[in-house]
C-alpha cells in the first residue's frame, strides 16, 4: 500500500506513530527493539517527533541502512544526521551501532559492524531513504533485501558506484542469504 500525505508534517506524524508502535512491540515482546535509520531530509520531522516520545529508549539500538565512508562528525554522514535528529532529548539513552569505524578502509569498517548488527536481527523497524532519482539506498537491487527479515543481515560497501560520492563508499545491508552477485 502507498500512502500519499498533504505535507512533510503529516507523514512525520504518521511515521512517528508507526516507529513507536513497532518499537514498543519489540520491546514488550522481547525486551529490546531495533530501529535501522536513514540519512537525507525526508526523516527530519520523523526523528524530530520520535526524539520526545515516552519510549524504553534504553532498550532500543539504533543502526543505520547506510553511509558514507565519512567521519561521523562529516556533513553527509549519515550517523551525523541521527546523532543530531534523533539521538537526543528522550531518545539520548539508546544505544548506537555505527556502520563506520575509524579504520583504513570501507571493507574494514564493515567487518567490524556485521557482527554487531546481525546481533539486532530481527529489525523491528527499517527505514529506507529514496533519493530524487528514486531509488531506496540499500534496494537498489531486486527485493532480496527484504525477502528474508528473520535472516541475519551483513553490512558490505556498496559496489553500485552511483551511490558513491567521490571516493567515499557507501555502505549498505545484504542479506547473508541471498548476496548478490557484483
Same mark, same amino acid.
Not at 583504513?104 to 533519493?131: F, I, N, T, W
Not at 531506496?136 to 533485501?145: D, L, Q
Given at each position: ?11 512525520a506524524?504518521?511515521?512517528?506513530? !508507526?516507529? @513507536? ?9 522481547? &525486551?529490546? !527493539? ?6 537525507g ?5 520523523t526523528y524530530d ?21 565519512v567521519?561521523?562528525d562529516d ?6 544526521? @541521527?546523532?543530531?535528529?534523533l539521538l @537526543? ?12 569505524y575509524d ?9 567490524l ?7 539486532l536481527?530481527?529489525?523491528? @523497524?527499517?527505514?529506507? &531513504?529514496m &533519493?530524487?532519482? &528514486? ?17 541475519s %543481515?551483513?553490512c ?7 551511490? %558513491? ?9 545484504w542479506?547473508?542469504? !541471498?548476496?548478490?552477485?557484483?
Amino acid at each position: 500500500m502507498i500512502e500519499a500525505f498533504e505535507n512533510p508534517d503529516i507523514l512525520a506524524g504518521v511515521a512517528c506513530a !508507526a516507529v @513507536v508502535e513497532a518499537l514498543w512491540h519489540g520491546v514488550d515482546a522481547r &525486551g529490546r !527493539a531495533s530501529l535501522i535509520a536513514t540519512g537525507g531530509r525526508s526523516p527530519h520531522g520523523t526523528y524530530d517527533r520520535l526524539s520526545t516520545t515516552s519510549l524504553d529508549w534504553d532498550r532500543i539500538t539504533v543502526s543505520l541502512s547506510d553511509d558514507r565512508f565519512v567521519p561521523p562528525d562529516d556533513p553527509e554522514s549519515n550517523e551525523k544526521l @541521527v546523532r543530531e535528529r534523533l539521538l @537526543v532529548r528522550r531518545a539520548a539513552a539508546a544505544r548506537f551501532e555505527p556502520l563506520r569505524y575509524d579504520v583504513p578502509s570501507p571493507e574494514a569498517s564493515a567487518d567490524l559492524a556485521e557482527p554487531r548488527l546481525a546481533a539486532l536481527a530481527p529489525y523491528d @523497524v527499517v527505514l529506507l &531513504g529514496m &533519493g530524487e532519482d &528514486g531509488r531506496a539506498a540499500p534496494c537498489s537491487r531486486p527485493a532480496w533485501t527484504l525477502a528474508a527479515p528473520a535472516t541475519s %543481515w551483513a553490512c558490505r560497501p556498496a559496489s553500485d558506484r552511483r551511490l %558513491w560520492r567521490g571516493s567515499r563508499s557507501r555502505f549498505r545491508l545484504w542479506s547473508r542469504r !541471498a548476496r548478490p552477485s557484483s
